[in-house]
């Protein structure tokens, strides 16, 4: 999945409540976490309704686990 695709999915997706989201879409050489992040909140920040403050975007860790995520209300 693309960058630009991951945004428009995150977009469409928030209008159905969601809140938090893992990048985990990284490759070994292609796609590193910054670009990820900045290219996903770029696509989110084309969109006139999106708040910031609606969503959390984390990055998943390439080469160790990721922190554990606490999806209950």
Known sequence: MSN?????TISYLMSSGL????????????????????????????SSSFNENAIK???????APSNILNLGA
Not at 4 to 8: H, L
Not at 57 to 63: L, S
């Open 19 to 46: 809140k938090n989201v893992l990048l985990g879409h990284l490759s070994k050489e292609n796609n590193f976490p910054e670009l990820a992040y900045k290219t996903v909140l770029d696509e989110l920040c084309t």
């Open 4 to 8: 630009e695709a991951a945004g428009k």
């Open 57 to 63: 975007i984390g990055v998943a860790n390439r080469f």
